[in-house]
């Protein structure tokens, strides 16, 4: 499983970010995915996860700002961002839930993170 994510940097408050994760050797539209963020000094937060049927689930702290989606036939997971707090500041991952489900085995995998900050 490789991931790889873009489309951090930085942008005023109340500003808006894409990001994007581009997957190989794994085919995304057969994976629950996720996007994760790690504030400075604090753990790592799950923030939105889609699953295979296309079911988005986000953290309270996103609801209504953020929304995860994939590109299947580009074989891409992206997180668009509206209205960024300061609090939003983060280096942001993709990860692909491993496990059994859908009655197959997943590998997990993580990319290695795209920094966004939100600043004035």
């Known amino acids: 499983v490789q991931l790889a994510e873009s489309g951090g940097g930085l942008v005023q408050p109340g500003g808006s970010l894409r990001l994007s994760c581009a997957a190989s050797?794994?085919?995304?539209?057969?994976?629950?995915m996720d996007w994760y963020r790690q504030a400075p000094g604090k753990q790592r937060e799950l923030v939105a996860r889609i699953d295979t049927s296309g079911n988005t689930n986000y953290v309270d702290s996103v609801k209504g700002r953020f929304t995860i989606s994939r590109e299947n036939a580009k074989n891409r997971l992206y997180l668009q961002m509206n209205s960024l707090q300061p609090e939003d500041t983060a280096v942001y991952y993709c990860h692909a839930v491993g496990g059994v489900y859908n009655g197959r085995n997943h590998n997990s995998g993580w990319g290695q993170g795209t920094q966004v900050t939100v600043s004035s």
């Open positions: 050797g794994i085919i995304l539209s057969m994976y629950t």
